[in-house]
């Protein structure tokens, strides 16, 4: 069985990509190639269809890329996209948001408006950067929106990638898009991560009542497959945290525990090699207090 996120290692071919897949009735994952670290992965995006708009859930690392997942919403319906949810405001989900409609209206937790605020008055930004689109609305907890006779739920379960994660839920087919709080089959990227918090946040998840959830990266599968390998998922950050822990406190500098940790069949993950040294001295800061509150 592959364990990681390369689309191709599963089967797949340029060809069949972009992949549209109803996932629930009128509820869509939408799941394009990515490269990063120069690994071939996906990153996926999710849209809601209702008679009074379409909800997306992130868009995509570009607005060409993004203009692909309008395109291919188009195909889908009609409607108009009225609501676009950041639910990372990493740039591979938010590059391309000036090609969504301006109109529509965009959600971030406030976490992830800040940050979308620093990097479009940065002044190192390079000149030929893409525009940041900043939310024209906050969601600091709990957000229930109708749209079309459907209620669909934007939720804050707590700090985990990014800090300002944010996941939607379709109750009305048990869907949970949880954006890079669930990365499938890829090595736990916790560049700006609160690794203690994110394990606490998918145990929230898996409490929930899911009959699919979606990942932000990696392959799309059965729903079966998907909450087993949430839970897989929920192992290997469990794992990256105990071993980043045990050496530690053995007082190795984050060099000396970098070649020193066993990570066992994480190894073999997508970007193990890259994000690993990342993540344990992101543990090192949790562990040492060092991490914003």
Not at 45 to 62: H, I, K, Y
Not at 193 to 219: F, N
Not at 268 to 286: C, F, H, T
């Amino acid at each position: 069985m592959v364990r990681n996120g390369n689309p191709y290692d599963h089967g797949f071919t340029d060809a069949d990509y972009p992949r549209v897949i109803e996932v629930a009735a009128d509820v869509y994952a939408y799941e394009q190639i990515h490269m990063a670290g120069g690994e071939a992965i996906s990153t996926t995006s999710m849209f809601v269809v209702t008679p009074e708009g379409v909800l997306v859930a992130d868009g995509q690392e570009s607005p060409e890329e993004t203009k692909r997942l309008v395109d291919a919403i188009a195909h889908v319906t009609s409607q108009p996209i009225s609501h676009v949810v950041i639910a990372s405001d990493h740039g591979d989900h938010t590059a391309g948001n000036s090609a969504f409609p301006a109109g529509a209206v965009f959600l971030a937790h406030p976490t992830s408006a800040a940050t979308l605020e620093a990097s479009a008055t940065d002044p190192n930004r390079p000149a030929q950067a893409p525009p940041v689109v900043l939310p024209t609305d906050l969601v600091t907890e709990d957000r229930a929106i109708r749209l079309g006779g459907r209620e669909i739920h934007i939720l804050h379960l707590g700090r985990a990638h990014t800090g300002g994660d944010l996941v939607v839920y379709v109750p009305d087919g048990k869907v949970l898009f949880m954006s890079e709080a669930y990365v499938r089959g890829i090595f736990p990227p916790m560049r700006s991560a609160y690794p203690t918090e994110w394990l606490a946040m998918i145990e929230r998840a898996q409490a929930m009542d899911v009959a699919v959830y979606i990942p932000g990266h990696g392959v799309m599968a059965s729903p079966e497959e998907l909450e087993a390998d949430l839970e897989g998922y929920r192992l290997a950050l469990a794992r990256v945290v105990t071993e980043s822990t045990r050496l530690h406190g053995q007082g190795l500098s984050v060099d000396e525990a970098v070649a020193a940790a066993d990570f066992g069949d994480l190894d073999a993950w997508s970007l193990a090699e890259g994000q690993a040294p990342r993540s344990i001295a992101r543990v090192y800061m949790e562990l040492n207090g060092e991490l914003p509150h």
